[in-house]
């Protein structure tokens, strides 16, 4: 299926390096736009274009591009009238040619060998379908984000691959793009349940080399004090039906093998929490000793 489709679409390798394509859609996002375009900037894999994609912003967005603009022609400004993050990506990825599609939000940001290590990895395994990263949280909270392994059987049910993922242009062609009815979230989950499959390879590079940045006005913290979880979990299944069929077909049975999907998880969690109480308790027992020998 996926990967027979994957070594016919797969150009003949050359030594020329493929040319990256990396998509920033924003909104309003004047601020942060800057420290989104340096981390582009900066990267130690030479060959992108980045294109990024206004969303009809009303602050001082675009003069912030421009900047950027104007110093490196590998940038590209292009301004749509507002309609959601989806519609912002999908016509980016339109205008562009690269071999590999780079979806970057307007307030994140990548470390410089996000790219380098991402393509070195498709060069090495030419049949992989994707590429993704650890990552690390700042903002409003900060700390490292951890993302259970991957699994397409467990990707049905919960994300676990982040918006800025690497993958073929040409697997992107395949699919209907991202949907743009989804204007709340989740829009890349329900793009990733299309553009792969049980049979598709994703690598995951074991560093925190993609930087999400945690806001209040956040469009996952809109999602949730707005009541469209529910709404954008909906959608996602109308959309991937044939791919939910076993689950509709035997419930009980993918119940129990969704338990034993998600309960390592859960025990790993748990253990954590004991340890950090554990340790707790032992800095209070200490502090207490030191007190009385006082």
């Not at 502090?287 to 009385?292: D, E, G, I, P």
């Amino acid at each position: 299926m996926l990967l027979k489709s994957l070594s016919k679409i797969r150009r003949s390798r050359t030594d020329s390096p493929p040319e990256v394509s990396i998509i920033v859609p924003c909104y309003n996002q004047a601020a942060v736009i800057a420290d989104t375009l340096k981390s582009v900037q900066r990267q130690t894999y030479r060959h992108w274009r980045c294109i990024v994609v206004d969303d009809g912003s009303t602050d001082d967005t675009a003069q912030r591009v421009q900047a950027f603009v104007q110093k490196d022609r590998r940038f590209t400004y292009i301004r749509k009238q507002n309609g959601g993050v989806a519609s912002a990506r999908n016509l980016g990825i339109r205008l562009t040619g690269g071999e590999y599609i780079v979806p970057l939000d307007g307030d994140d940001k990548i470390h410089p060998d996000y790219l380098r290590r991402a393509i070195r990895h498709f060069r090495s395994q030419p049949d992989t379908a994707l590429v993704y990263c650890q990552v690390k949280r700042f903002g409003a909270k900060k700390g490292k984000w951890r993302l259970p392994e991957y699994s397409y059987q467990r990707l049905r049910f919960e994300n676990m691959i982040h918006n800025c993922a690497v993958y073929p242009r040409a697997l992107y062609d395949r699919t209907s793009g991202y949907s743009e009815a989804m204007k709340h979230g989740f829009e890349d989950w329900e793009f990733y349940i299309r553009l792969l499959d049980s049979e598709a390879k994703v690598h995951r590079i074991d560093a925190p080399l993609f930087y999400y940045r945690i806001s209040k006005r956040s469009r996952t913290t809109q999602q949730l004090s707005g009541g469209h979880e529910r709404e954008s979990l909906a959608t996602i299944y109308r959309n991937n039906t044939d791919v939910y069929s076993d689950v509709v077909d035997d419930p009980i049975t993918s119940f129990k093998m969704a338990r034993q999907l998600f309960l390592p998880d859960v025990v790993r969690r748990y253990k954590r929490q004991r340890t950090r109480m554990h340790l707790g308790y032992l800095a209070v027992i200490v502090l207490l000793a030191v007190q009385a020998f006082d």
